[in-house]
């Protein structure tokens, strides 16, 4: 088979592209451990309400100042439905879901995970603006899904 040299070029060019890409996701994978906040701890979806911290989700003051967030996504609602957050403060949260695949987006921050039941996800965000923030379900989940949101209240 004929290859025309220039077509053999750009080939050449595009198959090498694909593998320096490929190669600076393995790298950034295994040598800078970038990886998807997902799939870090596992929960039983049917025990959430039982399991702790998730039986009392909320906001816990950790000893460095910094806090934690724990939330439910379920049919239509997360629990908390409304989260006061000092300005300023380090927020790491832990979302799972009791029963389907959530969303769980907050526009204005870098908080955009999945409630995923089973298992737990984690995201952190310094929240150095006040102001009223949404949390919002952005995947999907049934028929009230346009009316899952929560607020976060930084002062
Ligand atoms: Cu929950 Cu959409």
Same mark, same amino acid.
């Given at each position: 088979?004929?290859?025309?040299?220039?077509?053999?070029?750009? %080939?050449?060019? *595009?198959?090498?592209?694909?593998?320096?890409?490929?190669?600076?996701? $393995? +790298?950034?994978?295994?040598?800078? @451990? =970038?990886?998807?906040?997902?799939?870090?701890?596992?929960?039983?979806?049917?025990?959430?309400?039982?399991?702790?911290?998730?039986?009392?989700?909320?906001?816990?003051? %950790?000893?460095? *100042?910094?806090?934690?967030?724990?939330?439910?996504?379920?049919?239509? $609602? +997360?629990?908390?439905?409304?989260? @006061? =957050?000092?300005?300023?403060?380090?927020?790491?949260?832990?979302?799972?879901?009791?029963?389907?695949?959530?969303?769980?987006?907050?526009?204005?921050?870098?908080?955009?995970?999945?409630?995923?039941?089973?298992?737990?996800?984690?995201?952190?965000?310094?929240?150095?603006?006040?102001?009223?923030?949404?949390?919002?379900?952005?995947?999907?989940?049934?028929?009230?899904?346009?009316?899952?949101?929560?607020?976060?209240?930084?002062?």
């Amino acid at each position: 088979m004929h290859i025309h040299r220039y077509e053999r070029w750009w %080939l050449t060019f *595009g198959i090498s592209m694909l593998i320096v890409f490929l190669g600076l996701i $393995a +790298f950034a994978a295994f040598a800078d @451990n =970038v990886n998807p906040p997902s799939g870090m701890q596992q929960i039983d979806p049917t025990k959430v309400s039982k399991t702790p911290p998730f039986d009392k989700p909320g906001l816990r003051k %950790l000893s460095d *100042g910094s806090y934690e967030a724990y939330y439910v996504a379920e049919v239509f $609602a +997360f629990i908390p439905a409304v989260l @006061n =957050v000092p300005a300023g403060s380090k927020v790491t949260f832990y979302v799972t879901s009791a029963d389907v695949v959530h969303g769980f987006f907050i526009p204005e921050t870098d908080i955009n995970m999945m409630a995923v039941p089973g298992w737990v996800n984690e995201q952190s965000h310094t929240f150095s603006k006040p102001g009223e923030y949404l949390l919002i379900c952005h995947e999907y989940c049934g028929i009230g899904h346009q009316n899952m949101f929560a607020k976060i209240e930084v002062k």
